[in-house]
């Protein structure tokens, strides 16, 4: 019998509660096919129903709670209606960002079959990258402050924050994931012309730390052709690092470019697993399609493959994503409507299942 993993599963908001149940589904059938337990709890809190009930989106002992799980698996937060963005992000994503040290935000940016890019001609294969954020420092500081507020001299400064233990720690990261991969290609973001103080010094600590990492090529580029490589050039990348703003930017951008933001996953990720990392969709709660069963359930199930990969469950993890992909290339109907098709979020969740356990 293998390993139990102690999943806490968060649905929150909107399409999440419809999508979460999808990605319940295969993570089941593969724990049954590879032999592993899954041992997991929904909570209902990080809610806009939550908020109405209680004025607040976490309970007292949340950390407590969630800390006794080896992964979080969430769905979306927010309903505007009900709670403004900033008290719903700020109140349950960041507080599991902040306290559960998910110091990287890693963001697959691949194309898969069956899904039509953005950008013209590319096939499955050309675009298969990672953006790996830094997620704690950096750009978003609360440092600074405002003076002469209301006169014409009202001025205002924002630090960035880049510690050697900071930059290092995600850097480290970044090329152990290069080295793992075919292309062994680690591209940094920088701003080194323009911004003359950090980015100079992260620079320095990417040369420090490939002198670790004689088997993985090394470039970079600043920010702003590198946005322009993305959609030129995607073929280019295969793990790309990025400080907090560069990297929120790239993650973004990059998802775009290989089609619908329903598929794409993401991971807030403490590598040391001495927290829970938290999995979800990259997109929201989705209120304009909220309760029809359309939403693409193939965000969610894809980042329940990646909480595999990161639970140590690598085949399994694969498996998944064959599933998918094999499903995504026969395409039609079986396809959600932002894909082209006529499917349901139900529908293409089983779909999903069924070709798993046809190919496992
Ligand atoms: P955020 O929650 O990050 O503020 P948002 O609320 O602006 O994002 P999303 O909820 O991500 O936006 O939705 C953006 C658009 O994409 C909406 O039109 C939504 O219907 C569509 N969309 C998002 N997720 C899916 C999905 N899984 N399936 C189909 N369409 C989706
Ligand atoms: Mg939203």
């Known amino acids: 019998m293998g390993a139990t993993h102690r999943i806490a599963v968060i649905p929150g908001d909107g399409i999440g509660t419809e999508v979460v149940p999808e990605g319940l589904r295969i993570l089941e059938a593969a724990a049954s096919a590879f032999d592993f337990q899954l041992d997991y709890e929904q909570f209902h809190y990080a809610s806009a129903d939550y908020y109405t009930k209680t004025g607040t989106m976490l309970p007292d002992g949340w950390f407590d709670q969630l800390n006794r799980f080896d992964s979080i698996f969430f769905g979306a937060v927010g309903w505007p209606d009900v709670v403004p963005d900033h008290i719903s992000l700020w109140g349950s994503l960041l507080q599991f960002r902040r306290h559960f040290d998910q110091y990287v935000s890693l963001r697959p940016v691949k194309l898969l079959p069956g899904i039509t890019s953005p950008l013209a001609g590319r096939e499955p294969g050309d675009v298969d990258f990672y953006v790996v954020r830094e997620n704690t420092e950096g750009e978003y500081s609360s ?152 939403a693409n359930p193939i965000g969610q199930i894809w980042s329940a493959s990646m909480m595999l990969e990161h639970l140590g469950e690598t085949e399994a993890a694969a498996a998944v994503m064959t599933a998918v992909e094999d499903v995504l290339a026969v395409g039609g109907d079986t396809l959600t409507p932002d894909m082209g098709g006529t499917a349901t979020t139900k529908t293409l969740g089983e779909a999903v299942r069924r070709q798993f356990e046809t190919n496992t």
């Open 143 to 294: 440092i600074g402050g405002k003076i002469f507020e209301g006169t014409d001299r009202e001025t205002v400064i924002q630090e960035t924050v880049m510690t050697r233990t900071g930059v290092d720690r995600i850097l480290k990261y970044a090329f152990d994931l290069a080295q793992s991969r075919p292309k062994k290609h680690l591209t940094s973001a920088t701003k080194s012309n323009g911004i003359s103080i950090s980015m100079p010094y992260w620079d320095q600590r990417v040369e420090a730390m490939a002198q670790n990492f004689a088997d993985v090529a090394v470039d970079k580029y600043h920010i702003d052709i590198l946005t322009a490589n993305f959609v030129l050039h995607p073929d280019w990348f295969d793990v790309v690092v990025a400080s907090n703003l560069f990297g929120d930017i790239l993650s973004d951008l990059g998802p775009a470019c290989t089609g619908t933001i329903g598929v794409a996953p993401s991971g807030n990720i403490n590598p040391e697993r001495k927290f829970p990392s938290l999995f979800e969709p990259v997109h929201g709660s989705a209120p304009d399609i909220a309760g029809k069963g359309i």
